[in-house]
């Protein structure tokens, strides 16, 4: 089990960008995979960015070229570095880590199917055009 803290939202113009940090805490061992997901109200959670089993990123089509995602294991975080942001990028982020067993949110990366069962609290991020 793992807990995870967003921080790094806020509020920016078009154009402009954003890095959100995600403080990992507990069995950091055991996680598999990592990734980004955003959520607007009323829409279907959104996973943006995502680090696989074998440490390969991977992104949506839609922040392909603008987002970045890394990992510092010395310091126990996530990082997704939001460049080039839009007012279509405005939403809830959260970070979330699984293990090989079940999770709460199932999603295909690359071939295979991950499932997610550890999440931040979230962080908004707000673009203004």
């Known amino acids: 089990q793992v807990h995870m803290v967003e921080s790094g939202g806020g509020s920016v113009q078009s154009g402009g960008s954003l890095r959100l940090s995600c403080a990992v805490s507990?069995?950091?061992?055991?996680?598999?995979?990592w990734g980004w997901f955003r959520q607007v109200p009323g829409k279907q959670r959104e996973g943006v960015a995502f680090?696989?089993?074998?440490?390969?990123?991977h992104y949506a089509a839609s922040v392909v070229g603008r987002y970045t995602i890394s990992r510092d294991n010395a310091r126990n975080s996530l990082y997704l570095q939001m460049n080039q942001l839009s007012p279509e990028d405005t939403a809830v982020y959260y970070c979330?880590?699984?293990?090989?067993?079940?999770?709460?949110?199932?999603?295909?990366?690359?071939?295979?199917?991950?499932?997610?069962?550890?999440w931040g609290q979230g962080t908004q991020v707000t673009v203004s055009s």
């Open positions: 680090i696989d089993h074998h440490d390969i990123p």
């Open positions: 979330a880590a699984g293990d090989q067993g079940p999770g709460t949110f199932s999603i295909p990366i690359g071939a295979a199917q991950f499932d997610f069962g550890y």
């Open positions: 507990g069995d950091i061992a055991s996680m598999t995979h």
